[in-house]
């Protein structure tokens, strides 16, 4: 799924939060150990996956097969579509969610039509289907 630190050819993939899906940075303490941390702060630890989190990817999947292939959506339309009378507040974790989709493979994310980090995009962001 993406969460996990995979040694391919003596290199080190990318390691991801769970709940936030950003990218965590290697540390070399982390080589010798079996488990490596699976959340990047106490915060996303002490939060962790909730209902709305997976319905806000769920939504995200929906509203992007409801479109053509290259149209793209807001995280906003997930978040309304979860919450429609309180959705301002489902901003952040409808972002999570496509940063959550975007390890899987199943969306990218976009600025100014181009693909972007999701880990370091900053402002507005659209999210579109994935090469999968």
């Known amino acids: 799924m993406g969460f996990r630190v995979l040694h391919a050819g003596g290199k080190m993939e990318a390691l991801h939060c769970r709940r936030c899906g950003r990218v965590m940075e290697m540390r070399k ?19 962790r996956l909730r209902p709305v989190d997976r319905a806000l990817e769920a939504a995200i ?3 992007l097969q409801e479109r053509q292939p290259k149209n793209s959506i807001c995280p906003s339309e997930a978040a309304r579509r979860v919450r ?5 507040g489902l901003m952040e974790p409808a972002r999570m969610a496509a940063r959550r989709l975007v390890v899987q493979g199943t969306v990218e994310i976009a600025q100014g039509g181009r693909t972007v980090d999701p880990s370091t995009a900053k402002g507005p962001i659209r999210i579109r289907r994935g090469a999968r």
């Open 29 to 47: 303490r982390w080589s010798d150990r079996d488990q490596v941390p699976s959340y990047c702060s106490k915060q996303c630890r002490s939060l």
């Open 84 to 88: 429609p009378d309180d959705w301002r």
């Open 61 to 63: 999947v929906e509203l």
